[in-house]
């Protein structure tokens, strides 16, 4: 950071705030899985959630260069918060009839990114940003043209995208970006914390018809527990590890670092949550009732997709060993037959053993790492 730049040290009120609408996307990423749990769906999941994920990584690494603290800049937050809000309101049908929306929404949260991003203080910063904003305006282009024309044409143009922002970084080496460590991983904690509230907010939802009793109980302990476990793994420890080592590192190594544990490794980790969320919310309808291979599936494999992005966000930031997460990711999928043959309330219970298991182990034995002086 450059003498004199401002460096936000916390998350302001407005970007909770902006967070807030942002996770509305997960939810309604999640009820696209819930409606429809295939493989085409699951695609549609990734490709939104993948350009997505880029701008919110986008708005992150802007205010933690520039400070909203005046009234042209929150306004300027606001409209492309109003952005997000339309962007999420299309997601359920942006493959048939609000594709056109989606897009025209996303290239809004282009322009006002940029357009904030120029005003940082450091000209270091507004310099990097010029360089990168073509990139990103060409590929929201992109976004619009496949909303437009629907079909394969679209799935075509918005996997295009999607490659084509996350490659960008090879291209245009984020050099130039001033990381302010403390501020950059409460906010991506944030938004991480809340989306796993969707998963809460899901057994809700699905049991919601049911009686209290005491099955209901005992089973929604159990989701809850799932939920617990979700926050544990990313928030027992490795939230302050993972500040102290982007911390410590030099500008351009953190902004790499940065860019790949917060920005490649955080997809999977949503996309995770998201899949098992809607699981959840088709599960808790019955649970004691086989759940179905698709969506047993989506219980097991997005929680071996959260544990994998789990890995390699650890990896990427240096502060975790592998071993017992990537074991636990494995045997996650294996609880498949469980939840399609047996009841989704014996799956659960399941992972949750083995979660806590996980977290014992590491605890206890050789994986656990110690913080970082």
């Given at each position: ?65 520039v ?19 339309v ?48 990139f ?67 057994i ?7 009686p ?10 159990l ?17 302050t ?25 955080h ?20 649970p ?12 097991g ?34 609880t ?25 182990a ?12």
């Amino acid at each position: 950071m450059e003498p004199g730049a401002l460096e936000p040290t916390r998350v302001t009120t407005l970007e909770l705030f902006f967070d807030l609408v942002f996770v509305f996307t997960i939810t309604q990423l999640t009820a696209v899985l819930y409606h429809a749990p295939s493989l085409r769906s699951l695609a549609q999941v990734v490709l939104m959630l993948g350009v997505i994920w880029w701008m919110y990584g986008g708005y992150a690494w802007m205010t933690n260069a520039v400070s909203a603290h005046t009234a042209i800049r929150r306004l300027l937050l606001l409209g492309g918060m109003g952005g997000y809000f339309v962007l999420a309101l299309s997601i359920p049908h942006a493959f048939s009839s609000s594709g056109l929306a989606f897009g025209l929404a996303y290239l809004l949260v282009v322009g006002v990114h940029s357009t904030l991003f120029a005003r940082a203080s450091s000209a270091t910063v507004t310099s990097a940003i010029l360089r990168l904003t073509p990139f990103n305006v060409a590929s929201a282009l992109v976004v619009v043209a496949g909303g437009a024309v629907g079909g394969t044409a679209q799935y075509v143009l918005w996997a295009l995208a999607f490659v084509f922002e996350w490659l960008t970084p090879f291209a245009r080496k984020p050099s130039g970006f001033a990381i302010g460590a403390a501020h950059f991983v409460e906010r991506h904690g944030l938004v991480v914390l809340v989306a796993i509230g969707e998963s809460v907010v899901a057994i809700g939802i699905g049991a919601s018809h049911l009686p209290v009793d005491a099955a209901l109980v005992a089973v929604a302990g159990l989701g809850l527990a799932l939920s617990a476990c979700l926050w544990w793994l990313y928030f027992g420890g490795d939230d302050t590890r993972a500040e102290r080592a982007l911390g410590a590192l030099p500008p351009v190594e953190r902004a790499w670092a940065a860019l790949v544990g917060f920005g490649y490794w955080h997809i999977p980790m949503l996309l995770g949550i998201v899949t098992v969320a809607a699981a959840e919310r088709s599960a808790f309808g019955d649970p004691f009732a086989a759940l179905g291979w698709k969506r047993a599936a989506l219980l097991g494999g997005g929680l071996a997709v959260f544990l994998a992005g789990d890995v390699l966000f650890r990896l990427a930031l240096g502060i975790g060993r592998p071993a017992v997460r990537t074991a636990a990711a494995a045997l996650a999928v294996a609880t498949v037959p469980l939840g399609a043959e047996v009841s989704p309330a014996a799956q659960t219970g399941a992972l949750v053993l083995l979660l806590v298991a996980a977290i014992v182990a590491e605890t206890r034995g050789p994986a656990a790492v110690p913080e970082t002086a």
